[in-house]
């Protein structure tokens, strides 16, 4: 898809050779406006404070569709650094990479029960703050969690919850429950995240049981229920679960927050259900991998790509939860259209209710191994 920055600049130039049309293709006045008005279009906002850096590549480790390429190219053309990037579809796809000796990335993204693991591992460097003015512009309410107290390693980048999405014009009685969704009405309809701990989380709650639960007996009654529900599940998707949901392949399941509202935009019969047994709530996080090769270029990507004049567009090519105040009251002011969308969103603004009854995944430590065996028998059946 062309980027909003590249079309602007198409269509500029478009319209340069239209003025030199009209003008017989001569007159220099004619040239002058048209010149102007693509150097207007192809400014990025500079960085705020620029910082120091001498290196001249980027390698992010990041989730699948999750950074805007403007963001990118942006970066690419004020600090004149090369941004390679890779991509993941699970915390689980990342964390084996990294600790099998993956030593060539700069910045990762975890989410929040994966983080506390890393740290633990040493697969992630302290945050120096004195290179973090940025800091000042994200929310106090995603600072400070119990996954990395104080943020020595970790600054969010967006959150969500892992809620039922449900086409009503293609389903009679939409679900209320993750309970529900066994409902054999359903098989064959389903999309789920392919998310081994949100997945499996969302079954032990369906049991009465906690989502971090390691007792071994819970989490074999889990498995088999989840067989169940396997059965009828026509894809588990976490690269983008929407494109079945628009295309009408699937008419409803669990998915993360954004991918619902990109869903709801294009088929305004889309909704987003919290379960009565309460919704798996998560943040994603930026962080640095111990050895980055480029850790000055981090810093530096960290702070420009977190402004709030170029962090806005979040709301409008990934809709999440966005922790970030400066994007927002940018939003505000100059996109107020996406900002009214976003707050009045129940999607993208959680409802108090919601997020008091969520529940949040941590890591369970020798009960991983668990958790995997579950999911490669569920995948593999």
């Given at each position: 898809?062309?980027?909003?920055?590249?079309?602007?600049?198409?269509?500029?130039?478009?319209?340069?050779?239209?003025?030199?049309?009209?003008?017989?293709?001569?007159?220099?006045?004619?040239?002058?406006?048209?010149?102007?008005?693509?150097?207007?279009?192809?400014?990025?906002?500079?960085?705020?404070?620029?910082?120091?850096?001498?290196?001249?590549?980027?390698?992010?480790?990041?989730?699948?569709?999750?950074?805007?390429?403007?963001?990118?190219?942006?970066?690419?053309?004020?600090?004149?650094?090369?941004?390679?990037?890779?991509?993941?579809?699970?915390?689980?796809?990342?964390?084996?990479?990294?600790?099998?000796?993956?030593?060539?990335?700069?910045?990762?993204?975890?989410?929040?029960?994966?983080?506390?693991?890393?740290?633990?591992?040493?697969?992630l460097q302290e945050l120096d703050k004195g290179k973090?003015?940025?800091?000042?512009?994200?929310?106090?309410?995603?600072?400070?969690?119990?996954?990395?107290?104080?943020?020595?390693?970790?600054?969010?980048?967006?959150?969500?919850?892992?809620?039922?999405?449900?086409?009503?014009?293609?389903?009679?009685?939409?679900?209320?429950?993750?309970?529900?969704?066994?409902?054999?009405?359903?098989?064959?309809?389903?999309?789920?995240?392919?998310?081994?701990?949100?997945?499996?989380?969302?079954?032990?709650?369906?049991?009465?049981?906690?989502?971090?639960?390691?007792?071994?007996?819970?989490?074999?009654?889990?498995?088999?229920?989840?067989?169940?529900?396997?059965?009828?599940?026509?894809?588990?998707?976490?690269?983008?679960?929407?494109?079945?949901?628009?295309?009408?392949?699937?008419?409803?399941?669990?998915?993360?927050?954004?991918?619902?509202?990109?869903?709801?935009?294009?088929?305004?019969?889309?909704?987003?259900?919290?379960?009565?047994?309460?919704?798996?709530?998560?943040?994603?996080?930026?962080?640095?991998?111990?050895?980055?090769?480029?850790?000055?270029?981090?810093?530096a990507w960290l702070n420009y790509s977190l402004q709030?004049?170029?962090?806005?567009?979040?709301?409008?090519?990934?809709?999440?939860?966005?922790?970030?105040?400066?994007?927002?009251?940018?939003?505000?002011?100059?996109?107020?259209?996406?900002?009214?969308?976003?707050?009045?969103?129940?999607?993208?603004?959680?409802?108090?209710?919601?997020?008091?009854a969520g529940h949040r995944i941590e890591d369970v430590?020798?009960?991983?191994?668990?958790?995997?065996?579950?999911?490669?028998?569920?995948?593999?059946?």
């Amino acid at each position: 898809m062309i980027s909003r920055r590249l079309w602007v600049i198409v269509s500029s130039l478009l319209i340069a050779a239209l003025v030199l049309a009209a003008c017989g293709g001569g007159g220099g006045d004619a040239a002058q406006p048209a010149e102007q008005a693509a150097d207007s279009a192809s400014a990025c906002p500079e960085p705020n404070p620029r910082m120091e850096v001498t290196s001249t590549e980027l390698n992010l480790f990041v989730w699948t569709e999750y950074i805007p390429q403007d963001t990118i190219d942006c970066f690419e053309e004020v600090y004149g650094i090369r941004v390679n990037k890779d991509e993941y579809s699970s915390n689980e796809e990342m964390y084996a990479k990294l600790s099998a000796g993956a030593a060539n990335y700069d910045l990762v993204q975890p989410t929040d029960y994966i983080v506390d693991l890393m740290i633990r591992q040493g697969l992630l460097q302290e945050l120096d703050k004195g290179k973090l003015p940025i800091l000042d512009s994200l929310d106090p309410n995603y600072l400070n969690l119990p996954f990395d107290p104080e943020n020595k390693y970790t600054l969010p980048y967006q959150a969500g919850t892992d809620s039922i999405v449900v086409n009503t014009a293609a389903v009679e009685t939409a679900p209320q429950s993750f309970a529900d969704l066994w409902n054999p009405e359903y098989a064959g309809r389903l999309v789920m995240l392919d998310d081994s701990r949100a997945i499996i989380g969302m079954t032990l709650l369906t049991l009465g049981y906690d989502v971090n639960t390691t007792d071994p007996a819970q989490l074999e009654e889990a498995k088999v229920k989840l067989a169940e529900l396997a059965k009828g599940v026509k894809l588990f998707d976490s690269d983008s679960p929407k494109t079945a949901l628009i295309a009408g392949d699937v008419d409803l399941g669990v998915v993360w927050t954004g991918e619902a509202v990109l869903a709801q935009r294009e088929v305004p019969s889309v909704e987003f259900v919290y379960p009565t047994e309460g919704s798996i709530l998560w943040q994603d996080n930026y962080a640095i991998p111990t050895g980055a090769p480029h850790a000055d270029a981090a810093y530096a990507w960290l702070n420009y790509s977190l402004q709030g004049d170029l962090f806005w567009q979040m709301l409008e090519e990934f809709p999440y939860t966005n922790p970030n105040t400066a994007a927002l009251e940018f939003a505000k002011t100059n996109h107020p259209e996406l900002y009214d969308a976003y707050m009045n969103s129940t999607i993208t603004n959680t409802p108090a209710d919601a997020l008091q009854a969520g529940h949040r995944i941590e890591d369970v430590g020798e009960a991983t191994p668990l958790y995997d065996q579950v999911w490669t028998e569920i995948k593999g059946g």
